[in-house]
């Protein structure tokens, strides 16, 4: 017997910008039970690297995702976009709402979006290296220089060495354990960055209407009202949900509480 269709299928759109999709595995797969999902390396980033050194910018993001989307036959579209890639979601939806001939996402799920604007992205890089520079952090860098683990397991090393790196992000840094590592191409992070200048976007948002779910970790180092701002931007079809006990990687930290809110608004919504 053949087994049954899924139910829709979601385009993964992973942070960054300048990284790829693997890091958000094995956790992301949760969706994969109920729904066929779709993920791709971003221009840049992952498989998608090349030698190219025009700059990348968030223009490049959009216009390629335009592509992915039509190459895919992903419509009606069901975005689900995490940190970076909660904007670059943002960021299509705002270019196709005047534009018929792009399509516009039926549905939105924004996992710990990235700063809404640049005033909040300064909050942001002030509050991850004020974390970084925290006791604990910098502890856990101290046990790891002197635990002979270079010598003894490179291999071992990176793996922790890549986790104290990016232990700021959590409500418990010590939870930054068994992560999928991901590699930052810098010039493609920095061009993003650059190419959207002092942006703000949430007066735009008022063109897009499709249902939103909007998920913030309370101990996110990217400031909580960035989110609300989006949230109320989109009006009355977006609502925020706010995990306790959570930082940035909501799929590591809390991820029954995570998985349980998708999969309610996946429910209740029709792509």
Not at 53 to 72: G, K, Q, Y
């Amino acid at each position: 017997m053949a087994s049954p269709a899924p139910a829709s299928r979601l385009l993964v759109l992973h942070g960054g910008p300048g990284a790829h999709h693997d890091y958000l595995l094995p956790q992301m797969l949760h969706l994969a039970a109920r729904h066929e999902v779709v993920l791709y390396d971003q221009r840049g980033g992952g498989r998608s690297r090349s030698d190219d050194r025009t700059p990348i910018t968030w223009r490049t993001h959009v216009d390629d995702l335009v592509l992915v989307i039509r190459e895919t036959g992903l419509e009606p579209l069901s975005m689900v976009g995490y940190s970076w890639g909660g904007l670059l979601a943002l960021l299509y939806a705002i270019d196709a709402a005047p534009h018929p001939g792009r399509p516009a996402p039926r549905r939105l799920v924004l996992i710990d979006p990235a700063p809404a604007s640049r005033q909040y992205r300064i909050r942001f890089e002030e509050e991850f290296r004020r974390r970084q520079q925290g006791a604990e952090v910098s502890g856990m860098r101290e046990a790891l220089a002197t635990s002979g683990l270079r010598e003894s397991d490179p291999a071992a090393y990176r793996q922790r060495l890549f986790e104290t790196g990016v232990a700021g992000y959590f409500a418990d840094p010590a939870m930054a354990r068994d992560l999928t590592p991901f590699r930052i191409t810098g010039r493609v992070q920095e061009s993003v960055w650059e190419s959207l200048g002092e942006y703000d976007i949430r007066e735009a948002l008022a063109a897009v209407r499709c249902p939103a779910l909007v998920i913030h970790g309370r101990e996110d180092p990217i400031p909580l009202e960035s989110s609300r701002d989006v949230t109320s931007a989109l009006g009355a079809n977006a609502r925020l949900v706010v995990l306790d006990r959570c930082g940035h990687v909501p799929y590591v930290e809390q991820p029954e509480m995570l998985f349980e809110a998708i999969d309610q608004f996946l429910a209740e919504t029709s792509p």
